[in-house]
Nanobody, 118 residues
Framework: QVQLVESGGGLVQAGGSLRLSCAAS????????MGWYRQAPGKQRELVAS???????NYEDSVKGRFTISRDVAKNTVYLQMNSLQSEDTAVYYC????????????WGQGIQVTVSS
């Protein structure tokens, strides 16, 4: 089991920055991958960025060069630094953790609103 608690969302003007945090209830080295998804009204949930236990990162094309995913192992926390925010980034952002043992388990945070005003 993994509990995930997100923080750091809010309202920001276009061009501004926000940093999201996701605190996990266990050592993040024991989690195969963690990531941030987002879901805008009327759209499907999409992967924004991910980081594996080995430190490899992956980004959705529209956020490359603007968003950075990172982690603090001592705090069991993953971050999403979002710069040059655009109105299209407005969505509910969800933290995700993937644990693979005999099968794959997906865990989700409660979601946090990010609103970018133009």
């Amino acid at each position: 089991q993994v509990q995930l608690v997100e923080s750091g969302g809010g309202l920001v003007q276009a061009g501004g920055s926000l940093r999201l945090s996701c605190a996990a209830s266990r050592n993040i080295f024991s989690i195969n991958a963690m990531g941030w998804y987002r879901q805008a009204p009327g759209k499907q949930r999409e992967l924004v960025a991910s980081i594996t236990s080995g430190g490899s990162t992956n980004y959705e094309d529209s956020v490359k060069g603007r968003f950075t995913i990172s982690r603090d192992v001592a705090k069991n926390t993953v971050y999403l630094q979002m710069n040059s925010l655009q109105s299209e980034d407005t969505a509910v952002y969800y933290c995700n953790a993937v644990v693979r043992s005999f099968k794959e388990y997906n865990y989700w945070g409660q979601g946090i609103q990010v609103t970018v005003s133009s």
